[in-house]
Structures are given as C-alpha cells and as structure tokens.
C-alpha cells in the first residue's frame, strides 16, 4: 500500500507541475500504523512558492486523491507546502527554539505551539517518512533539524531526549516499514 500511496503522490506532482524539489509522507501512514479514519500526511518542499489559486487547486487535488486512495483526509491541511526557504527560516527560528525548551519539561506542548507551521516543519523532517522524491536539499534540511533539536536540548539525558521527541510528536517506530526510510533516502 505505501508503494501505491508514493506513486499517486508522484503522479500527483508530476501533473501539476508544481516544481517540487522534494515530497514525502510521514505520520501513520509512514509508520505502518494507518487505521480507518487516517489522513496521508504529506509534505511538499517547493523550489519557489506557488500562487494561491495553484497552492488552493493542489491541496483540493490532494484531498480528492486520499478519498480516492481509502485515506480520510484532513480537509484544512491535507498537504504540507512550503519553499526551501520557508523551511530553513522555520528552523532557526525562536519558535521551533521554545517549542524543544518547552519539550523538556512539559507533558505536552501549548495548542498554538504544537498546531505551528514550524513545530509541523520539525516534526515532519524528523518523524519515519516515505520518501516519494529524493533530494539533496532534503537531506540539508533533514540534517538541520536534527542539529537543531540537538542544539536547543544540549547535553541532556538520552531519557530527556526521547521525552522530548515524544512531546514533538517525532515518531520514531521499532522498525522502518518496507519503502520507508527514517530521515533518509527513499
């Protein structure tokens, strides 16, 4: 099924033309663990941005292909589209630096911080994906994060780390489901 899931997304991409330099899944659906009322959780990284009307007319593409797919898609966000750019100002931002800090010593993050576009851009580049395009850049970024996280939790318990990427919402399954990959290449 998850080789099926990365093909429509490819298709998708490839029929709107929408420059991505990058794409994956991530969330249940990447972890192996979808139930009945799953969405697909993608995340499309962008050369440059669209146009709200092609931003608009993508993300109804991808509510229309996770009905068509079995999937319940979340009609508000049913994909992640930001630019490289985007992504790397979210990273080094205070934001996702006071969402890590805060993950040290609260059982859950504050509503407005969990729902952020940058704690999503965290949490999706760090959490088990299904890797439907390749890049370099995503690599980049991928790597950024993870320096990221590691920089604001310093020299903490291998206990604290965990906690905290288990407030992110990082998840990090046992296993690898077969076409995933965990912070790598599909």
């Known amino acids: 099924m998850s080789a099926d899931v990365a093909a429509a997304i490819d298709l998708l991409l490839t029929e709107r033309s929408c420059e991505a330099v990058a794409a994956f899944v991530y969330g249940s659906v990447a972890a192996g663990r979808a139930g009945p009322t799953s969405d697909v959780d993608t995340f499309v990284l962008l050369a440059r941005p669209l146009s709200d009307g092609a931003a608009r007319e993508l993300r109804t593409s991808f509510v229309d292909l996770q009905r068509r ?8 966000y049913p994909v992640e589209l ?13 934001e996702v630096e006071r969402a890590v800090k805060q993950s040290r010593s609260a059982e859950e993050l504050g509503t407005g911080l969990a729902e ?18 390749h890049s370099p850049r995503l690599d980049e970024l991928t790597a950024l994060a993870g320096q990221v996280l590691t920089r604001h939790l310093g020299t903490a318990s291998p206990q604290l780390h965990e906690r905290a990427r288990r407030v992110l919402g990082i998840r990090q399954p046992h296993s ?11």
Do not use: C, K, W
């Not at 797919?69 to 508000?76: H, M, R």
């Open 69 to 76: 797919l079995g999937y319940v898609p979340d009609t508000d």
């Open 82 to 94: 930001f630019t490289v750019e985007q992504v790397h100002t979210a990273l080094t931002g205070a």
């Open 116 to 133: 952020s576009d940058e704690v999503e851009i965290l949490r999706a580049l760090l959490s088990v994906r299904l890797t439907v395009r």
């Open 176 to 186: 690898t489901p077969a076409g995933g990959t965990h912070n790598g290449h599909g």
